[in-house]
């Protein structure tokens, strides 16, 4: 055969389309083509779900990161941190995907420079947030679940405060979003919600609208003052705090408060009953100790405590706003804002389940899971505390 029959014999073959050899070619081709596919965008995947890459934005950077690192999720006893994609991207692949291509809205925010200055980021956090949460509520706090587990939950390592919480949200498999919202970044501000309750009583206590020789109740903390011309506060009464008006000049008016204070110190706080923590005042130094504004009769003990207790009455002065003739109205917001902020997670305890001195650390143990400011947190403490076990669930 010649070189030139040689030559196009071989030039017929390799141009010849394929027979024999073609689905083995493909699919070879095919099997590599999906390896290097895959490989990409499984790498670009992993690439976006990283710490490093999350902060890469520094509007997350900035904010929400530097908030995480004061927070148990960062540093804690165990060792064990929490990254950005640990709490905020589903691990299934499904899920996953879905995810990232939500996400595709934070790309557009950042080319755009939508929260890329702190005033912006906070404008909009109470909106990111609410986003966020309802992702969560709807596939039961799933992120969280992948470390947090009340199957593996030991019972008898917890104190009795977290057992009392968490126990019931095990029976009822409550997603843990429900009660800890703000446990790694700051709560949005303007979350928070007023009670249109408390408004109307705030109006009325604003009024002024007081009579001498009748008692009153402080809705707020209400600066106190040495005399009627007095410019600079000596303490202030605080909510719940029951007074007398004794006298009336001008815009201020003259308050008696008879309560009790510990018989040690300088005595600057001032408490609603014998044994009880319930703060009515706080006082400067110079003013607790002075017998003509706070007269203190004979101490008596408690013997709970052994502490020595003495009942005082306190003559100020303060302005005319901020008191209301029944407490119950008070009362009446405060058992409002205690239902609605904290029978989201679980039953709350009736008040009575708590004496009035345990009752603080309970509450704040848990306030910090809920939107009540601080004005609401301390109305809700003072009701409980007047509601307690001590008082027989009234008072």
């Known amino acids: 055969m010649s070189l030139k029959s040689t030559l196009s014999s071989f030039w017929n073959t390799v141009s010849r389309p394929a027979t024999t050899i073609s689905l083995g070619v493909i699919s070879l081709g095919g099997f590599i083509t999906g390896i290097i596919f895959w490989g990409g965008f499984n790498t670009a995947m992993e690439f976006t779900n990283t710490e490093e890459f999350c902060v890469s934005c520094h509007a997350m950077r900035d904010n929400v990161y530097v908030e995480l690192q004061s927070t148990v999720h960062w540093e804690n006893r165990t060792g064990v941190r929490a990254t950005c994609p640990d709490c905020h991207v589903p691990h299934e692949w499904t899920n996953k995907v879905a995810r990232k ?100 009583l705030e109006n009325k206590a604003n009024s002024g609208s007081v009579s001498v020789g009748e008692d009153y109740f402080a809705i707020r903390d209400i600066p106190v003052y040495e ?33 009790w204070r510990k018989d040690k110190g300088f005595g600057r706080v001032i408490f609603d009953e014998f044994g009880h923590n319930i703060r009515v005042a ?99 403490l003072t009701y409980l505390q007047k509601h307690s076990a001590d008082y027989g669930g009234s008072h």
């Open 227 to 259: 005399s009627a011309e007095g410019s600079e506060p000596v303490g202030n009464l605080t909510l719940g705090a029951a007074v007398e008006i004794l006298d009336e000049t001008g815009d201020r008016v003259q308050v008696a408060l008879k309560a």
């Open 101 to 200: 291509m939500q996400a595709s809205k934070e790309v557009w925010a950042a080319v755009f420079g939508t929260i890329n200055t702190r005033e912006k980021f906070e404008a909009r956090r109470a909106e990111l947030a609410k986003h966020e949460w309802a992702r969560l509520e709807a596939n039961n706090s799933l992120e969280c679940r992948n470390c947090h587990d009340y199957d593996s939950m030991d019972w008898d390592a917890m104190s009795a405060e977290a057992r009392f919480y968490m126990e019931p949200a095990a029976a009822l498999n409550t997603g843990c979003i429900e009660c800890h919202k703000g446990i790694a970044h700051h709560l949005p501000d303007n979350v928070a919600v007023g009670s249109p309750a408390m408004a109307k």
């Open 282 to 380: 706080v006082l400067s130094k110079d003013t607790a100790q002075n017998a003509d504004l706070v007269k203190a009769s004979a101490p008596q003990t408690d013997e709970a405590t052994g502490l020595d207790w003495a009942p005082v009455t306190v003559t100020l002065w303060s302005d005319k706003q901020g008191y209301v003739d029944e407490i119950d109205e008070l009362w009446t917001v405060a058992e409002e804002s205690y239902a609605a902020n904290c029978s989201t997670c679980h039953a709350q305890p009736d008040p009575d389940h708590f004496g009035t001195n345990s009752w603080p650390a309970q509450f704040n143990g848990m306030v910090g899971f809920t939107n009540m400011d601080e004005a609401q947190a301390n109305l809700v």
